[in-house]
């Protein structure tokens, strides 16, 4: 029996797509809307060295090999165009995140001296001093 590769792709497609549009069983949030979501294929798929991936290093795997870390993550950083089939952008995830987070501005609070020996007087009371 012959396989239909444009079957297959299209089931893989409309696998992927519920797994995000779908709402979970047990009371969890629902997914997103569909008509808000697409997901982007590279066409022809991308061919990846499984032995570049393999043995990652990781806190719970601290013999693992970090460049199959860093090679994991590079291949989720890149940041496609909005259009079905993946372009990419140049523009990497963590960078727009690190603008994000760097252009994150806090006002600092002005000194409330109330304030300040309430919580002096709070800490005296929990730290307790044995000899």
């Avoid at 997914?31 to 991936?53: H, K, R, W």
């Avoid at 603008?99 to 600092?108: H, N």
């Amino acid at each position: 029996m012959a396989i239909d590769e444009v079957k297959m792709v299209q089931s893989i497609y409309n696998t992927l797509f519920n797994v995000y549009t779908q709402t979970p069983p047990g009371g969890l949030p629902p997914g997103s809307q569909e008509s808000n979501m697409f997901v982007v294929t590279i066409l022809g798929g991308e061919l990846i060295d499984v032995q570049q991936y393999a043995n990652p290093h990781s806190p719970h795997n601290p013999q693992g090999v970090p460049a199959a870390t860093e090679n994991s993550l590079s291949l989720v950083d890149r940041l496609p165009f909005v259009k079905a089939e993946f372009v990419d952008s140049s523009k990497k995830v963590s960078d727009i995140y690190k603008a994000i987070v760097e252009g994150a501005t806090i006002k600092p609070q002005p000194k409330d001296s109330v304030l300040r020996a309430a919580y002096d007087k709070a800490c005296s009371r929990l730290q307790v001093h044995r000899v």
